[in-house]
């Protein structure tokens, strides 16, 4: 997360004194297996994450949907393929677990991403909203 451009001044994480919420994160993710984590590493260094939550839903007939969210890969690992194929894995475990539909959400400043995920074949087919409580 420190090496995000805009999650490294979003989060405030100055150094390891600041990864507890993480692993905190991280433990709950582990725990529940509506939801995965997906590491990349390379020797001992991670250098990619995504997240990945199965939600069921009342819409599409009761579908059970997949979200993609924390798609990271370390600035020295882009544009080798790294974030492609943790996506492709996320959608063909989502099929898998019988996902009517895949989505995930891309802060608008991040263009580069959004190509990215168009090249995948995700279209931009609606507009976001948050709430920060």
Do not use: N
């Not at 894995?89 to 168009?118: I, M, N, P």
Request: charged share 25%; proline share 3%.
């Amino acid at each position: 997360m420190a090496d995000d451009q805009l999650g490294a001044a979003r989060d405030g994480v100055a150094g390891p004194d600041d990864v507890q919420p993480y692993l905190d994160a991280f433990a709950a993710i582990d725990a529940d297996p509506a939801h995965v984590l997906l590491v990349a590493a390379h020797s001992d260094d991670v250098v990619g994450t995504l997240q990945l939550s199965f939600l069921p839903g009342l819409a599409r007939r009761g579908a059970l949907r997949a979200q993609i969210e924390a798609v990271r890969v370390r600035a020295d690992h882009r544009s080798g393929g790294l974030g492609s194929a943790m996506v492709t894995w996320a959608l063909a475990e989502s099929r898998r677990r019988g996902c009517a539909l895949v989505q995930l959400t891309s802060d608008k400043r991040r263009g580069a991403a959004h190509r990215f995920y168009a090249r995948l074949g995700f279209t931009a087919s609606h507009e976001g909203f948050k709430l920060y409580l």
